[in-house]
């Protein structure tokens, strides 16, 4: 197995020049070694953007068949004589039809044959574009990126400012992990909570099982996994700033892929169909010994040991026993559950590193329409708190720390960022950086808890 991305999946790449010829420049670049979805935005002194992309326009290619029409039907009267049946104002009427039809199917070739980046794509970057600035931008598989930005950076003239947008999910995410404890449970709290997990749990032979099958968990799983993992691996080709937990889901893909493989082969249906299940509540037709699994990865933080593993069982059947089924299938439901919380982990981090980036963009625009006039980074402002109406404390802290030295900015920017969290920045970062300590540590608990 490796991970990759679908072939819908597109990431954004964007570089800022400041002179137009050479935007137009890397742009014929671009359409000439097959980046056939890219644009470039050029900013009138005024700040007026202008798009111009390569290839033929809707409006040319209307243009062209139009005219083609027109000599259509104009052959096709000469060569069936039909020239002088009818009076001027007829022919005009017949003309003009056939240029009609033709500048309809030459607009309509264009638009569907042609390839255009995304209407919201140019939207985004022609509301952030400054005076005199032009934006080239490029839509790719991130398999491509790297070399897409090679072309962009490969100027003499000037060094542009690049940067380079994750696409969305393209799947729905819930998971059925609980969260990870940060702080283990002693002894007596841990023989006390799987004693009331037993007890609390009622079970059933005639429960109907529900939910889906535990392949179709791990292949939903296996997906999350790939496109996390496609989207940290493009930030590194990037060189993008990175934090320790994205470094070490990276660094320790190969050791996930193992687990994911094994445990598929590792899971057969037949068996799991015979154990007991959950005969109410939330948890309901979902096996026993799964929800089991659920609570020690979650009480251990991630950080399964066998001593840790067999206080929690020992407590739990002192008040009601496991079957041999459910004992044989412990161990793969354990894995099982480390790879939930490895999912719902990675898609944390790579939407943490998603913001980063995001973070570095709006600090640049900022910077820049700071150093313009203030009516600039007034508009800059409102660009922002448009498209980030709740910003998250990530990105609230990763744009105060691209902005600690900007004197004229920076306090504008906290304002709003405390009206908006509704709490002093100081503690919004504080929590922050220890909501990122206690998801390292989770991370490299499981981690290691799968080698």
């Not at 607009?107 to 080239?136: D, F, K, M, N, Y």
């Not at 997906?223 to 990175?242: C, P, Q, Y």
């Not at 100081?426 to 220890?434: A, D, K, S, Y």
Request: hydrophobic letters at 45%; aromatic letters at 8%.
């Amino acid at each position: 197995m490796r991970f990759r991305r679908t072939k819908h999946d597109r990431v954004l790449v964007v570089g800022i020049f400041q002179s137009p010829k050479t935007g137009r420049a890397v742009l014929k670049n671009l359409h000439r070694t097959q980046f056939r979805r890219a644009a470039a935005i050029h900013a009138s002194a005024r700040g007026r953007p202008r798009v111009e992309e390569n290839g033929i326009s809707a409006i040319g290619g209307s243009a062209a068949t139009a005219a083609f029409g027109l000599a259509l039907g104009a052959f096709i009267f000469w060569q069936r004589g039909m020239l002088a049946d009818y009076r001027l104002g007829g022919l005009a009427l017949f003309f003009v039809a056939f240029v009609l039809a033709g500048a309809l199917t030459g607009w309509i070739l264009v638009r569907l044959l042609q390839e255009h980046v995304a209407a919201a794509s140019l939207a985004r970057c022609a509301s952030t574009i400054l005076p005199g600035e032009t934006v080239v931008l490029a839509e790719v598989r991130a398999t491509e990126t790297s070399r897409l930005l090679a072309i962009m950076r490969d100027v003499e003239a000037e060094a542009p400012v690049t940067f380079a947008f994750h696409s969305p999910p393209h799947f729905r995410f819930k998971s059925s992990a609980r969260p990870l404890g940060h702080e283990l449970p002693s002894g007596q709290r841990l023989a006390e909570n799987a004693a009331r997990l037993a007890h609390e749990i009622p079970v059933s032979r005639e429960a109907k099982a529900r939910g889906p099958s535990f392949l179709r968990r791990l292949r939903e799983i296996e997906r999350a996994l790939e496109w996390a993992n496609a989207s940290l691996t493009m930030s590194a080709e990037v060189h993008h700033a990175f934090t320790l937990s994205a470094e070490w889901l990276l660094d320790n893909a190969y050791l996930i892929r193992e687990q994911v493989t094994d445990l598929r082969e590792s899971l057969p249906q037949k068996q799991y169909g015979k154990l007991p299940l959950i005969a109410s509540g939330p948890e309901a037709g979902l096996p026993r010994v799964y929800h089991v699994a659920s609570e020690i990865v979650a009480e251990s933080g991630g950080a399964l040991e066998p001593e840790f593993i067999g206080k929690f069982l020992v407590a739990f059947q002192a008040t009601a026993p496991l079957d041999i089924g459910e004992l044989w299938a412990l161990p793969l439901m354990l894995r099982l559950q480390l790879l939930e919380c490895l999912r719902a982990l990675a898609i944390q981090v790579e939407q943490q590193q998603s913001q980063s980036e995001e973070a570095d963009f709006w600090a640049n625009r900022l910077i820049t329409a700071g150093r313009h006039s203030s009516p600039r980074l007034l508009k800059m402002m409102e660009a922002l708190v448009e498209q980030y109406p709740e910003p998250t404390p990530h990105f609230a802290s990763e744009l105060v720390a691209h902005l600690y030295d900007e004197e004229g900015v920076l306090p504008l920017v906290s304002g709003w960022l405390e009206r908006s969290l509704r709490s002093p920045l100081l503690e919004v970062m504080q929590q922050e950086h220890r909501r990122q300590a206690v998801q390292q540590t989770a991370l490299t608990n499981a981690i290691n808890s799968c080698r």
